[in-house]
């Protein structure tokens, strides 16, 4: 079994920080590409930014220069450094990894129960 928790969300007023973690456990064998996603009431759930094993990223266009999504490979840990924080960010945030239970060339993807944001004007 492998689960992913994620922990870091609340509510901030706007300009200011949170920072999202997302501790990865159970029987994993490796993890790939590790990514923060969320959901919006009514709205579609969407990639805010990823990161591979080798530390490479991407960001969303809207959360470019505010968010930085970094890992600890020996812990197994993801986090997202937000600052500058709109009202426009709250949602509720997904963590995702791509992670092999066994050697080989198969892979699941697992997902987090969600923290809620929330960011007041």
């Known amino acids: 079994q492998v689960q992913l928790v994620e922990s870091g969300g609340g509510l901030v007023q706007a300009g200011g920080s949170l920072r999202l973690s997302c501790a990865a456990s159970?029987?994993?064998?490796?993890?790939?590409?590790m990514g923060w996603y969320r959901q919006a009431p009514g709205k579609q759930r969407e990639l805010v930014a990823a990161i591979t094993s080798g530390g490479s990223t991407n960001y969303a266009d809207s959360v470019k220069g505010r968010f930085t999504i970094s890992r600890d490979n020996a812990k197994n840990i993801a986090y997202l450094q937000m600052n500058n924080l709109k009202p426009e960010d709250t949602a509720v945030y997904y963590c995702?990894?791509?992670?092999?239970?066994?050697?080989?060339?198969?892979?699941?993807?697992?997902w987090g129960q969600g923290t809620q944001v929330t960011v007041s004007s």
């Open positions: 159970g029987s994993i064998f490796s993890i790939n590409a």
């Open positions: 995702n990894a791509d992670i092999a239970v066994v050697a080989g060339p198969f892979t699941y993807d697992y």
